[in-house]
C-alpha cells in the first residue's frame, strides 16, 4: 500500500522539477535553439529544389570548371585544367613533330635536296647522318599522328567527363539529402583463415582491409 502512495508523488515530483527547469529557461535561449536546430536541419539534410543540374551542365559545357563552381566545389577546377591542359600540351606538341617529321619523309621519299633554308634541313640533315631510314621515318610520322588524335580525342572525352560530374553533383544537390557525417573509414586487421574443416587442422593469418561507411 504504502508503494503504490509512493509512486504518483515520485512521478509528480519530477514533473514539478521538470516545469520548473523550463520556466527558469530564458526565452530568447529557447527560440535560439529552436532556430539553430531547424536551420542545421535544413542545411544538412534537405534537397535544394533552386539548384539546377542543367544550369551546371550548360555552365561546364561553355567553360570547363564553371558547373563545378556552381555546386560549390572549387576543389575540383585545378584537377580539371590540370588534366584538360596536359592533354592539350601532348596533342599539340605531337601535332608539330607530325608536321615537321610528314616535311622530313617527304624529302625522303621523293628524294629531293632541301634547302638550307628550310626549317626541316637540320632535321634531315641529322637523320641522313645517323643513317635513318624511309621505314622507321614513316613509323615515327605514323606514330606521331595516332598519338596526336589520342590525346585530342583524350582531351574531349576529359571535357564531357566533367561536364556529367557537375550535373551528378548538382542532381544530389537538387534531389537528395545530403548528410554532413558521410565517411568512410578504412582499417587493416588480421583474419584467422582455418586451412581444413577438421578442428585440428592450422590457420593462416590472412591480412585484411575493413572498410566502415557511416551515413
Known amino acids: 500500500m504504502t508503494t503504490k502512495i509512493l509512486w504518483p508523488l515520485f512521478l509528480g515530483a519530477i514533473w514539478v522539477s521538470t516545469s520548473a527547469t523550463a520556466r527558469n529557461l530564458p526565452e530568447d ?10 536551420h542545421h536541419l535544413k542545411k544538412q539534410t534537405l534537397p535544394d529544389s533552386s539548384h539546377l543540374p542543367m544550369v551546371a551542365v550548360k555552365r561546364s559545357a561553355i567553360i570547363p570548371g564553371l558547373g563545378q563552381l ?41 628524294m629531293t635536296t632541301v634547302k638550307k633554308d628550310v626549317p626541316e634541313y637540320q632535321l634531315y640533315t641529322n637523320y641522313k647522318k645517323t643513317g635513318i631510314t624511309l621505314t622507321q621515318l614513316e613509323n615515327a610520322v605514323n606514330g606521331a ?15 564531357g567527363l566533367q561536364v556529367i560530374d557537375a550535373y551528378i553533383d548538382a542532381k544530389l544537390i537538387h ?21 581444413g574443416i577438421d578442428a585440428l587442422s592450422t590457420a593462416t593469418l590472412t591480412p585484411m582491409i575493413c572498410m566502415s561507411v557511416n551515413f
Request: proline share 5%; aromatic share 20%.
Open 70 to 110: 556552381y555546386n560549390h566545389q572549387w576543389w575540383k577546377l585545378p584537377v580539371i585544367y590540370a588534366g584538360l591542359g596536359t592533354l592539350l600540351g601532348s596533342a599539340i606538341n605531337n601535332y608539330y613533330y607530325y608536321k615537321k617529321h610528314l616535311v622530313v619523309y617527304k624529302y625522303y621519299r621523293n
Open 145 to 159: 599522328q595516332r598519338d596526336t588524335q589520342f590525346y585530342y580525342l583524350c582531351f574531349a572525352g576529359t571535357w
Open 175 to 195: 534531389s537528395y539529402s545530403m548528410s554532413p557525417d558521410l565517411s568512410i573509414k578504412l582499417k587493416p586487421r588480421l583474419h584467422l583463415q582455418p586451412n
Open 29 to 38: 535561449s529557447i527560440k535560439t535553439s529552436a532556430t539553430q536546430a531547424k
